[in-house]
């Protein structure tokens, strides 16, 4: 749980990997491509959606002081497991 005055967010992590230079975090979609959706507007729209969740989780794993995020990606699933770079 991350609490900030009366604002308390429930997530789960996917996937955090400690690597020799901090973490790797890789949080899998599942979300449908939508008719007539291009690949590359699908991956705009998973970036723009899940940036602020991704941000909320790379902020708990630096502040656990066990080192930084360094690399942060979507894996997208119904892209035949595409990781999508987020930093």
């Known amino acids: 749980d991350v609490c900030s005055s009366d604002l308390v967010l429930r997530g789960v992590i ?3 990997v400690f690597h020799e230079n901090g973490w790797i975090l890789v949080d899998y979609k599942t979300d449908a491509v939508r008719e007539g959706e291009s690949r590359s507007t699908y991956i705009e729209r998973l970036q723009r959606q899940y ?5 909320i989780y790379r902020e708990i794993l630096d502040r656990m002081g066990q080192g930084t995020v360094q690399k942060v ?3 997208a699933v ?9 930093s």
């Open 51 to 55: 940036l602020p969740q991704l941000q």
């Open 14 to 16: 996917d996937l955090a």
């Open 73 to 75: 990606y979507l894996c």
């Open 78 to 86: 119904n892209l035949d497991g595409m990781m999508i770079a987020l």
